[in-house]
């Protein structure tokens, strides 16, 4: 067992996913802020402008997926690559969404929340914002 230990000023954190090359994601808390962790180096994933973020699944190719609040405090599926995060943002009608698993081609699956309608479930592809190769099946919709 290794000891990520955690973001500065945070007192605790907990890894969520690791892929082959031991590559961690996970979140450093309160409040909540994902982290990067690779040989040794814990590294802050940023947040999309709001307080907190928290990262759930890395593939092989080190992307990380989670969900992070904006600057209006909406909750945002993310990917982060290249030393970046790029909102994926939520389909429309939706309040929010979170990325829940990625694969190695960069396509990743989200959960989307609606406000006061019945359950449902649907699944829908969009491209990334972020122009890269990588699509988003956002998919399983639940009510608030």
Known sequence: MTDLGTLPGFPFSEGRDINKHGQVV???YFP???FFWENGTITD????????????????????????????FQLHAFVWENGGMNDLGALPGESA??????NKRGQVA???????????????????????SHS???SGRMAQ
């Open 45 to 72: 994933l940023g947040t999309l402008g709001g307080p907190f973020a928290f990262a759930v699944a890395i593939n092989q190719g080190g992307q990380v997926v989670g969900g992070a609040r904006t600057a209006s």
């Open 26 to 28: 996970g979140r450093a």
């Open 136 to 138: 988003t099946l956002l």
């Open 110 to 132: 989200a959960i989307q929340h609606q406000r006061s309608t019945p359950d449902h479930s649907s699944a829908t592809a969009r491209q990334c914002p972020c122009q890269s």
């Open 97 to 102: 969404s979170v990325a829940r698993a990625i």
């Open 32 to 34: 909540n802020r994902a």
